[in-house]
């Protein structure tokens, strides 16, 4: 069974930085693409970030681009999401997800191409 577990958010102010941490157990985790969503308050959940299998290929949503770097360790288990410049509307819960694929699949921004997630971690960023 593949465990996603979040962690890193917390109460930012706007302008801030901060690095989401997102430890995938329960199964060789270089097997896997990993994403990013988040769900705002009163809002559905929408695309953040993805890295494929390899880590070769990433994506971003037009909102973080240029702000957000995601990054993957292998031998850690860990991808992260590294999230410059902060401003409030990017106050959301932080959600990792996971898909296993074959090596030369890419990255994939599509909420229900993910079998796995975690819990999430709330960020907020206050103005």
């Known amino acids: 069974q593949v465990r996603l577990e979040e962690s890193g958010g917390r109460l930012v102010q706007a302008g801030d930085s901060l690095r989401l941490s997102c430890v995938v157990s329960?199964?060789?985790?270089?097997?896997?693409?990993v994403g990013w969503f988040r769900q705002p308050p009163g809002k559905e959940r929408e695309f953040v970030s993805a890295?494929?299998?390899?880590?070769?290929?990433?994506l971003y949503a037009d909102s973080v681009k240029g702000r957000f770097t995601i990054s993957r360790d292998n031998d850690k288990k860990t991808v992260y999401l590294q999230m410059n410049s902060l401003k409030p509307e990017d106050t959301a819960v932080y959600y990792c997800?996971?898909?296993?694929?074959?090596?030369?699949?890419?990255?994939?921004?599509?909420?229900?191409?993910?079998?796995?997630w975690g819990q999430g971690t709330q960020v907020t960023v206050s103005s």
């Open positions: 997800a996971a898909r296993r694929t074959i090596l030369t699949v890419p990255a994939n921004a599509q909420e229900d191409a993910y079998a796995y």
């Open positions: 329960g199964y060789t985790v270089s097997y896997y693409g």
């Open positions: 890295i494929s299998r390899g880590g070769g290929d990433k």
